[in-house]
Antibody, heavy 118, light 110 residues
Framework: EVQLVESGGGLVQPGGSLTLSCAASGFIVSSYEMNWVRQAPGRGLEWVSYISSSGGTIYHADSVKGRFTISRDNAKNSLYLQMNSLRAEDTAVYYC???????????WGQGTMVTVSS | QSVLTQPPSVSAAPGQKVTISCSGSSSNIAKNYVSWYQQVAGTAPKLLIFGSDERPSGIPDRFSGSKSGTSATLGITGLQTGDEADYYCEAWDSSLSSVLFGGGTKLTVL
């Protein structure tokens, strides 16, 4: 079964760091473009980061640029999001998603909650 | 404020048809594919439409997508109570080098 499972969320203080993981099964992560998308409580979807299948192209939303880093471990078939200098406005459910047909996000994980609060 | 603009809410009776609009610009919808997602409360988004007008396998033909210029539309016919959800449009923006989502539209089936 094709599946994505996120982990690593939790409660962190403002200014702190957290690394999210996204384990893929049923497909090879390095064969696809991958994304992180977040959703603040009661709000809409917000794209966060993108990594190409080769890993040579990376984009981040302006709201996280310089603070978040997307990466991939091909041996572990997993995607990561390193989050530094966290702010209250980063509080959200974070989803990893596979970019497949014509730039669409066809497979999503169940999400992991990140809460930034003192 | 989202760069892709959707109506906050739409409603219709069971069995009826509804359309949800998504307005963008020359750097996103006009030159790139549009996707649509359905998100039932408390669950992850689900892909409904890709390539502006194509349905993934398993998505019923009650759902359709179209695009014209800088706007896209999601259509849902034969509304069912199970269609109550939030719907989001999405497109790549070539100028921003960013994925854009619309603000979302809450569908209520009366």
């Amino acid at each position: 079964e094709v599946q994505l499972v996120e982990s690593g969320g939790g409660l962190v203080q403002p200014g702190g760091s957290l690394t999210l993981s996204c384990a893929a099964s049923g497909f090879i992560v390095s064969s696809y473009e991958m994304n992180w998308v977040r959703q603040a409580p009661g709000r809409g979807l917000e794209w966060v980061s993108y990594i190409s299948s080769s890993g040579g192209t990376i984009y981040h939303a302006d709201s996280v640029k310089g603070r978040f880093t997307i990466s991939r471990d091909n041996a572990k078939n997993s995607l990561y999001l390193q989050m530094n200098s966290l702010r209250a406005e980063d509080t959200a459910v974070y989803y990893c998603a596979r970019d497949a047909f014509k730039d669409s996000l066809d497979i999503w994980g169940q999400g992991t909650m990140v809460t930034v609060s003192s | 404020q989202s760069v892709l603009t959707q109506p906050p809410s739409v409603s219709a009776a069971p069995g009826q048809k509804v359309t949800i609009s998504c307005s963008g610009s020359s750097s996103n919808i006009a030159k790139n594919y549009v996707s649509w997602y359905q998100q039932v409360a408390g669950t992850a988004p689900k892909l409904l439409i890709f390539g502006s007008d194509e349905r993934p396998s398993g998505i019923p033909d009650r759902f359709s997508g179209s695009k014209s210029g800088t706007s896209a539309t999601l259509g849902i016919t034969g509304l069912q109570t199970g269609d109550e959800a939030d719907y989001y449009c999405e497109a790549w923006d070539s100028s921003l080098s960013s994925v854009l989502f619309g603000g979302g539209t809450k569908l209520t089936v009366l």
